[in-house]
DNA sequence: ATGGCTTCTCGTAGAAGA
């Protein structure tokens, strides 16, 4: 099976790609969508069905909003975090073909001087409260998504330009590595990589040519299911396309 | 050059993203 995760920035202008990026990819078992930004009223619930998925959602006008597509029934289905009281959707977990997948949309926080920074850092502080009973209880855990914190200095195109900002700042990696000492690993690290391997890149100043990025999507896995991950890939190519998202989906495979 | 581009909205300019 394969886990995938993808920031679609808008999933109203997004789900053609999505629908046709899953049929070319029918390895893909769930895949966690971010920043869907549409109300659940307006989810299209139906089409993704009729496409042959089974469909999870939490989802909120403009913002944030989260998702779990997958080829096979999504069970125990929770919505955002039971420690947090937020109004922002940002988190959707669900147990498919065995595995408790947890897709987050983390906080951004603009910058360090921000109310939206403590915010993040409260959201993440909150996130690995609640994460450490959820692991024991699912000892098969991914938990993947759109972080928004680049974990090390080659996750970035330029440190010198971004030390010390939003996204890459101290605190925020310090989160990082304790989501690592819950047990947890990321994925893409348990493998020879390229050089400068990123999930976004800005839409302004022609990012993507420059491969000018950040790698800020993350799949990061429990023990029991490193043991079976064969692979972690970003799939660069839906960032090629007509009016593409900012973010590239991000896939690990696991031998199950 | 602190912008660039893309998305959204009780919209047509401003906020937010990262």
Redesign the pocket.
């Known amino acids: 099976m394969q886990i995938a995760t993808w920031?679609v920035?808008?999933?109203?202008?997004?789900l053609p790609q999505v629908l046709e990026w899953l049929a070319a990819h029918p390895e893909i078992t769930v895949l966690a969508l971010?920043?869907t930004?549409?109300?659940d009223a307006v989810f299209p619930k139906a089409e993704i069905e009729a496409a042959g998925f089974h469909v999870a959602f939490a989802g909120q006008?403009?913002?944030?909003g989260v998702a779990l597509i997958a080829r096979a029934p999504i069970e125990q289905v929770q919505l955002n975090l039971p420690n947090f009281d937020d109004p922002q959707k940002r988190l959707i977990a669900g147990t498919v073909a065995g595995v408790r997948v947890v897709g987050a949309?983390?906080?951004?926080?603009?910058?360090l001087d921000?109310e939206?920074y403590p915010y993040k850092l409260s959201w993440l502080d909150a996130l690995l409260a609640w994460l450490e009973p959820e692991i024991a209880a699912h000892p098969k855990l991914a938990l993947v998504g759109?972080y928004?914190i680049?974990p090390e200095d080659r996750d970035v195109h330029d440190p010198k330009?971004w030390e010390g900002?939003?996204?890459v700042s101290p605190p925020e990696r310090e989160r990082f590595q304790k989501l690592l000492a819950l047990g947890l690993k990321d994925s893409f690290r348990l493998f020879e990589q390229a050089e400068k391997t990123f999930s976004?890149w800005?839409?302004?100043?022609?990012?993507f040519r420059r491969n000018a990025?950040?790698r800020?999507d993350h799949v990061l896995l429990t023990a029991p299911l490193v043991d079976v991950c064969t692979a972690c890939v970003v799939d660069r190519e839906p960032r090629k396309a007509e009016?593409?998202?900012?973010?590239a989906p991000v896939v690990a495979t696991l031998a199950l």
């Open positions: 920031n920035n808008s999933l109203k202008v997004r971010q920043e930004k549409m109300e006008k403009t913002y944030n949309y983390m906080p951004n926080g603009q910058s921000s939206k759109d928004n680049a330009a900002q939003v996204l976004w800005d839409y302004r100043a022609a990012g990025g950040l800020i009016r593409p998202s900012d973010h």
